[in-house]
């Protein structure tokens, strides 16, 4: 079998988890990304003022590769990122875990927040191949290549808080969890790892949300983004809270105990998040930003490393579910 397993270590700000990866024999450290379908790099094709300060992938020095003519991509992200560029095919190894012929998309050109991240070198995305942006033909994300030579048709998550995790290809370690994997059915149908998420907890107390959209596991997003309503209640509890829209979210003093946050993960099971956990980042002295934020209508709730963190998660291709356990 095709077995894998990589570090996940989180960035400075833990805004993101970064893993190793070997494309054509050179190595980039990526971001693993369920809610995006392209597998990009940084690109010795790209100008200097856009990639300093990251490793960047050179074509012409891989003996295995090979350009798919014509091809290019282009994609844009919920933060209002973007990269675009051009595409070829190579060996890409994953903790040993490796495809021969994988799309791989070369950035020439990105955001200036891609160019700012200098840890992160491009992603790996790990949603399924509907939303991937390859014209004129869109191609298979790494995990939809190699789930057939795997162990078992899965892929887990194992995010850490403020510290390194993993990320396993094939097989679930029992080690990395314990008692029971809570798993819902998955909608693919928006290229998501979706599922339904009806109901919330705040403090405990059970409530159902007033629109529920649908929720996605979405280990390239930091934050936990829930439906307008459903943050909104969670921060009525919060007596130092306000929206502060030059922040872009909710904000509290750090001082105050959080009540605790429970988002339903299909009809059975509500991961809790504890208070403790749930504040992003310290703004000032006095100041946090909360990491349970609303969507702004997007009409998806997003589940975020906040959430992920907290739990192992399972992707599973052949059943197509999603799972968490605690650990
Ligand atoms: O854009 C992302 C994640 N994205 C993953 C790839 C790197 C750049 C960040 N998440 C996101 C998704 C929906 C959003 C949002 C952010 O802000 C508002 O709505």
Redesign the pocket.
């Known amino acids: 079998n095709e077995n894998g397993e990589v570090d996940a270590a989180p960035e400075s700000n833990e805004s993101e988890y970064l893993s190793p990866v070997t494309v054509g024999g050179q190595s980039l450290n990526l971001?693993f990304?369920t809610?995006?379908a392209d597998f990009w790099m940084f690109s010795s094709s790209m100008p200097l003022s856009q990639s300093q300060g990251h490793s960047t992938f050179n074509a012409s020095k891989s003996s295995t590769w090979s350009v798919y003519k014509g091809a290019s991509w282009e994609i844009s992200?919920?933060?209002g990122?973007s990269a675009s560029g051009t595409v070829g095919f190579d060996t890409v190894d994953i903790g040993g875990a490796t495809v021969t012929s994988q799309a791989v998309e070369l950035a020439t050109g990105v955001s200036g927040s891609f160019t700012s991240d200098v840890n992160n070198d491009g992603?790996v995305g790990l949603g399924f191949s509907s939303i991937n942006t390859i014209q004129p033909q869109q191609q298979k994300t790494f995990f939809e290549n190699i789930m057939d030579d795997l162990e078992q048709p899965v892929f887990t998550a194992d995010l850490e808080d403020n510290a390194t995790g993993s990320y396993n290809f094939g097989t679930i370690d029992p080690s990395e969890y314990t008692g029971d994997i809570h798993f819902t059915a998955v909608d693919k149908s928006n290229g998501f790892w979706e599922f339904a998420s009806d109901t919330y907890t705040v403090g405990g107390n059970k409530s159902q949300c007033q629109t529920c959209s649908p929720a996605i596991a979405d280990t390239?997003?930091s934050l936990v983004?829930v439906d307008d309503d459903v943050a909104a209640a969670y921060y009525g509890q919060v007596s130092s809270a306000v929206y502060d829209s030059s922040q872009g979210g909710y904000t509290y003093n750090c001082t105050e105990s959080l009540p605790t946050f429970g988002i339903a993960i299909g009809s059975d099971y509500t991961a809790t998040l504890q208070g403790a956990d749930i504040t992003f980042a310290q703004i000032d002295s006095q100041t946090c930003f909360g990491g349970i934020q609303g969507?702004?209508g997007?009409g998806i709730q997003?589940m975020g490393d906040i959430l992920l963190k907290q739990f192992f998660a399972v992707f599973d291709g052949g059943n197509e579910t999603f799972g968490v356990a605690e650990k």
């Open positions: 971001d990304d809610g995006s992200y919920g933060d990122s992603l390239g997003t983004l969507n702004s997007g997003i």
